[in-house]
């Protein structure tokens, strides 16, 4: 029965509590409790704890036959308006945004919040419960390559556009602001969009490079459905770019061919191999310009950037055959397929050659909108397991009583501070750059900060998600509490827009191509944070903990820079860590030095900063870098292996 599989902080009134002689658990949100029998402890209800307890144990004595109703052992946590429950995102808005700004995005907000309790979250999960179907052929033989979506799928396509979830940064009613103002409402949708949240951050990206080329004639169109309200005219858009080599390779990986027309429009021949929201309206891909011989240039400069609709004014595919749809292990809501380009039409929309350079801004955004994903995926955990606390008994008291499961949930509770903060830093940078108000130092930092946060947070999620979900114990195991889709889903994030390998390198890239001026703006930067934390005496630890950590990490700069570039390869990792380590504290440090900043700011800023902070440093000491350690590092993994001619 349908309902009866909604997850328990999604379920409604009329969900039963067993089914087929099995126990679902079922929780509802504030507002919304669902009927249950069983323990329904609060804070303030200590002392029902232990009768209630010895009515259950009573209950388990007696024969199964004599019981009149299956108890309810554990209790359901229950969330309200995630906006309103959100204490560091409210803070973090009444400290940067103007006054009038304020007034208008804080309703907004909170009527967005209530609209995700009521409305959203049922969807999504009716998106996790229906995923995408393949029809390739319909009743009489005929192929029609259909990838049926459900009913809620397309409605968050609807709410997408009602909500400006893409127009809001395009539209910039709030000049610099509207970026932030965005990235807000999409990490408050993201945990509760059935996987929606992946379309838009393509759609965002696709609306991004249109705006980047400076919004050419031939897409004013797409660009003005990619961007709209309007959920008639509202496009998502898809971004085909892996193809069967794989991977972030796209120099060497993309064989898909364009063959130019006689009218001045392209046919693309070629296999894409992963294709994200393939029932989105349109897409951006790259293929290599055929000359008049058929022959391609190879490598990164013979790659060109092409506009293509999924289909026709007839709603007929444009010339593109559906294989299959990908069995992946998370984001299962979304259709994500094997295509042939048979002759698609396609529109170049960038220089011949400079496809590779031209997605560079769609990157950024799409990178940003993974560290929304990451940084939403700890805090909805987080609110669930807290919650939670309050209400399970074990052990003859409250979980929130138990010093280590609060300890546990805590440093949970700081990882998604500082992830948080790192959001909203790029994308304050962000807004800056769009509407020409950045600076030097700000253009530098955002080039560093993207592929930083991107990498750190995506490992951060995966590793917070997992704990938070330990702290239900076996319930956090059970597929219907829906606590093992946010852990599935969160996996990917370390893996789409480039693993934390490929993204530890382009940060090293970062630093070449600016002749270390990143590098400069990122010192500077930071020291500017702590000057502001001068005054406040119980922020003077992690003040100090940080400037050491920054002197030591201007001392690797220096001696790795006599070491040659096996060095810094081994040592991209650890460098990138420390980058994200260092930054996110001096944002604490900074958000706690407020004049109205809470104790809890100042615990959250010192307990971060009381973790290694400059991890690149310390494995340099330990001559981790060496090329030595590099043969070594051959040898362990392969120990044993065919590949070394050893014998089993």
């Known amino acids: 029965m349908f309902t009866c599989r909604l997850p328990w902080w999604r379920s409604s009134a009329t969900c039963k509590p067993w089914q087929s002689g099995r126990f679902l658990p079922g929780v509802g949100e504030r507002g919304q409790p669902p009927s249950r029998k069983g323990i329904n402890t609060t804070a303030g209800q200590g002392q029902q704890v232990g009768m209630r307890e010895k009515q259950i144990l009573g209950d388990l004595e007696m024969p199964l036959a004599r019981r009149e109703t299956e108890t309810l052992f554990q209790e359901q946590p229950q969330t309200g308006n995630q906006y309103l429950e959100d204490a560091l995102l409210r803070s973090y808005l009444k400290t940067h945004l103007p006054p009038k700004v304020l007034e208008e995005v804080n309703r907004d907000l909170e009527r967005f919040g209530n609209r995700l309790l009521t409305k959203i979250k049922p969807l999504g999960w009716e998106c996790e419960l229906n995923p995408p179907v393949f029809q390739q052929y319909d009743a009489w033989g005929r192929r029609v390559d259909h990838i049926v979506t459900c009913s809620a799928w397309r409605r968050m396509k609807e709410i997408a556009a009602e909500e400006g979830l893409i127009a809001e940064a395009y539209e910039r009613r709030y000049s610099n602001w509207s970026r932030l103002h965005q990235a807000v409402k999409l990490y408050l949708f993201s945990s509760s969009s059935g996987g929606f949240n992946c379309p838009l951050a393509m759609t965002d990206g696709a609306a991004k490079v249109i705006e980047s080329l400076g919004i050419p004639g031939s897409l004013k169109n797409a660009f003005d459905h990619l961007t709209s309200r309007d959920p008639k005219k509202f496009w998502t858009s898809g971004q085909w770019m892996t193809e069967r080599r794989g991977g972030s390779d796209v120099a060497n990986g993309t064989e898909t061919v364009a063959r130019k027309q006689p009218d001045g429009t392209y046919r693309l021949y070629g296999f894409k191999w992963f294709t994200s929201a393939a029932d989105s309206d349109v897409t951006l891909t790259l293929a290599r310009v055929a000359d008049a011989e058929g022959k391609v240039k190879q490598g990164s400069s013979g790659l060109s950037l092409f506009f293509l609709k999924v289909r026709d004014e007839e709603g007929k595919l444009n010339s593109i055959q559906v294989q299959r749809l990908k069995d992946k292990l998370g984001t299962r809501q979304m259709a994500t397929a094997e295509l042939w380009l048979d002759g698609a039409k396609a529109e170049l929309i960038s220089a011949e050659g400079r496809g590779v350079a031209s997605i560079s801004n769609m990157l950024n955004v799409t990178r940003i909108h993974n560290v929304i994903g990451a940084v939403a995926s700890m805090r909805r955990m987080i609110s669930l397991s807290r919650e939670y606390a309050r209400r399970r008994v074990a052990f003859g008291k409250l979980l929130k009583d138990h010093p280590l499961h609060m ?242």
């Open 407 to 648: 300890q546990t949930i805590a440093r949970m509770e700081v990882q998604t501070r500082g992830a948080f903060l790192l959001l909203m830093e790029i994308v304050r940078l962000l807004g800056l750059v769009e509407t020409n108000m950045a600076s030097e130092q700000d253009q530098l930092l955002l080039r560093l900060l993207i592929p930083v946060a991107k990498l750190y947070t995506g490992k951060q999620a995966s590793a917070v998600v997992v704990e938070a979900m330990e702290s239900f114990g076996g319930q956090g195991y059970m597929e219907d509490t829906g606590l093992p889709v946010i852990v599935r889903d969160t996996l990917v994030l370390s893996i789409w827009e480039g693993t934390t390998n490929i993204l530890s390198l382009d940060v090293l890239r970062s630093l070449t191509k600016s002749q270390g001026q990143v590098m400069a703006a990122f010192f500077s930067a930071v020291q500017q944070k702590l000057e502001l934390a001068s005054s406040t005496a119980k922020l003077e630890p992690a003040v100090k903990q940080t400037r050491d950590a920054i002197s030591s990490l201007a001392q690797f700069t220096q001696a790795a820079g006599s070491k040659g570039a096996v060095t810094m390869e081994l040592a991209a990792r650890d460098f990138s860590y420390t980058l994200a380590r260092i930054y996110a504290g001096a944002l604490l440090i900074e958000h706690a030095a407020r004049p109205d900043a809470s104790s809890t700011d100042i615990s959250a800023a010192r307990r971060w900063c009381n973790q290694e902070l400059c991890p690149v440093a310390a494995e340099l000491e330990n001559s981790s870098y060496e090329a030595e350690e590099a043969l070594v590092d051959g040898a362990l993994v392969y120990e044993g292996s065919p590949a070394c001619g050893s014998r089993l």
